[in-house]
C-alpha cells in the first residue's frame, strides 16, 4: 500500500463551481486545450482515465512539476482515474530544451531517477478507492518495440512537415546548434506512450505544461489516425512572476521537492517571499484554499499588504503538501529563532543547512573564530575596526548570545552541530559561520 499525504488526504474541490473543468480554468490551469466544450463535457461526466507523464532527466521534480501534480490531485478528486506516468524510455532521451541539447545518462541513472520519480508522483495521488490511481513506466512497452516496427507501425502516421512546425522544433532548427534525429523523434515516442495508454486504460486525456503542446498533440493525432478515435489535451500554462522571470528560479537553481535538495526551511521561505502581485495567483495555483477564501486574502493583500497575510498562508499551504505541517512548524520556529525569538540550538541540522543556503556562508578553523573573526569573515561589516565597533555598540550576536569579547575565541560547546555559528549584526543581518 503505497502511503498517504496527511496534507492532501483532507484537500477537497472547491464546491461552489458547476465542475472540475471550471475550477482549473479559474485557477488560471488551463492555457490550451483541444476541443474546450467536448473536454468539459468530459470532466463532468462519468470518470475517465487521464495521464500526465514525468521524465527523469534529473533525480528529483521541481516546482514546474508541482503544477502537474496538483492538478492530477485535483481531477482525480473529481471521480477521475490518474495514472502516473514516470518515463523510463523517454527520460534516455529527454524532450528537446530551447538552450540545446540535452547530456544523455546512463541506464543505470535513469533508473534510479525513476524510481525517485515515482516515490514523489505517488505522494500527491491516491492509490485507493474506485478511482485509484496506477503508476506506469513508458520502458515497459518500449523495450519490447524494435526500429523497423518503430518506423513501420507508428512513424507511418506523422508527417515531417507537421513536426518541424512544431514551436519547440522549429526554434531548434533555426538556431545555430539545430537538433538532433534523436531529440527530433521525442514527439514519436511521447505519442505513442498516449496510444499505448489509450489501448491499455481506456485513457482518453493527456495534460502536461503548455511548453509540450506539440508532444501533447502528437497523440492525439495518432490516436485519431491509428485508431479512429478523439481524445483530449490540455496545457497548463507555464508559471512566470509579474515582471516576467522565470518562476522557480533563482541564480539558475531550480526549487526541488526532494527536501535534500531544496530545505524545507528554504521551500519555507521562497513562497513566504512572493511579491504581492503574484500572491492570489500562486494561491489558486498551489492552494486547494476555495474562491472564498482567496477572495478575502486578496482583500488583505489590497487592504492590509503590511500584514502579508497571504504570503504567509501560502507558505504554509504549499509547504505542507510538500513536505508536512511538522516541517512548516520547523521552518516558522526557525526562522523565529534566527531572529532571537526561540531557541537556537533547537534547530536541526537540515534546516541549518537550509538557512546555510539563504545567508553568506564562511568558513574558518574553530581556534580562528572570534568575535571579531566571525563578523569580518561573514562581509557583515567591512573591517575589523567595524567588527569592533559593532561589539562596543552591543549589535554583535553568535547564536543569539551577544558578543561581548571580540578577541574571545567561541567555545566549543556553542558550535551548532558541531559545525555551525548563526552570527546576525543588528536586527535583520543574518550570515553562518561552518567550521573547518
Known amino acids: 500500500m503505497t502511503e498517504s499525504n496527511p496534507a492532501l488526504d483532507k484537500q477537497s474541490n472547491d464546491p461552489s463551481f458547476e465542475n472540475i473543468f471550471q475550477e482549473l480554468k479559474w485557477r488560471g490551469l488551463v492555457h490550451v486545450s483541444t476541443d474546450e466544450e467536448a473536454l468539459e463535457k468530459a470532466l463532468a461526466g462519468e470518470p475517465i482515465t487521464y495521464y500526465c507523464g514525468f521524465d527523469p532527466t534529473a533525480s528529483s521534480l521541481h516546482l514546474g512539476h508541482l503544477v502537474q501534480l496538483l492538478t492530477m490531485r485535483r481531477i482525480q478528486l473529481a471521480g477521475h482515474r490518474p495514472l502516473g506516468l514516470v518515463g523510463g524510455a523517454t527520460g534516455l532521451i529527454g524532450d528537446p530544451r530551447q538552450t540545446g541539447e540535452r547530456v544523455l545518462n546512463t541506464p543505470d541513472v535513469v533508473a534510479g531517477w525513476v524510481k525517485a520519480l515515482q516515490d514523489q508522483v505517488k505522494h500527491y495521488i491516491s492509490f485507493e478507492g474506485d478511482n485509484a490511481a496506477r503508476m506506469v513506466n513508458n520502458l515497459d512497452w518500449w523495450q519490447g518495440v524494435g526500429a523497423l516496427e518503430m518506423l513501420r507501425d507508428i512513424g507511418k502516421y506523422f508527417r515531417v512537415g507537421t513536426m518541424i512546425k512544431k514551436e519547440i522544433v522549429a526554434k531548434r532548427l533555426a538556431s545555430d546548434e539545430g537538433i538532433s534525429y534523436t531529440e527530433f523523434s521525442y514527439q514519436l515516442l511521447q505519442g505513442y506512450d498516449f496510444l499505448q495508454l489509450h489501448r491499455e486504460y481506456a485513457c482518453t486525456l493527456q495534460f502536461g505544461g503548455s511548453d509540450q503542446w506539440g508532444n501533447l498533440t502528437s497523440g492525439t493525432e495518432l490516436i485519431r489516425k491509428a485508431e479512429n478515435a478523439h481524445v483530449h489535451a490540455l496545457g497548463t500554462p507555464l508559471i ?12 539558475g537553481n531550480a526549487i526541488w521537492i526532494n527536501a535534500e535538495l531544496t530545505s524545507p526551511y528554504s521551500f519555507y ?119 569592533r565597533r559593532a561589539i562596543q555598540q552591543g549589535g554583535a550576536y553568535i547564536n543569539n548570545t551577544k558578543v561581548d569579547d571580540g578577541d574571545a575565541v567561541v567555545e566549543a560547546s556553542a558550535w551548532l552541530h558541531d559545525q555551525y555559528l548563526v552570527v546576525r549584526r543588528g536586527k535583520k543581518n543574518l550570515a553562518v559561520i561552518k567550521k573547518v
Open 240 to 251: 512566470t512572476n509579474s515582471d516576467g522571470t522565470k518562476f522557480g528560479k533563482s541564480e
Open 269 to 387: 521561505q521562497f513562497w513566504l517571499n512572493t511579491s504581492d502581485s503574484d500572491v492570489i495567483d500562486r494561491l489558486k495555483v498551489f492552494t486547494f484554499l476555495t474562491r472564498q477564501d482567496i477572495e478575502q486574502l486578496q482583500k488583505s493583500v489590497e487592504e492590509e499588504p503590511f500584514k502579508r497575510e497571504a504570503q504567509r498562508t501560502l507558505a504554509w499551504e504549499v509547504t505542507a503538501l510538500v513536505h508536512g505541517e511538522d516541517a512548516v512548524r520547523k521552518a516558522i520556529a526557525a526562522s523565529d529563532a534566527l531572529f532571537g525569538k526561540g531557541e537556537i540550538t533547537e534547530i536541526d541540522e537540515p534546516t541549518l543547512r537550509g538557512i546555510a543556503a539563504e545567508v553568506t556562508v564562511a568558513e574558518l578553523p574553530a581556534e580562528a573564530a572570534t568575535g571579531i573573526n566571525v563578523l569580518t569573515a561573514t562581509e557583515l561589516v567591512p573591517s575589523k575596526g567595524e567588527a
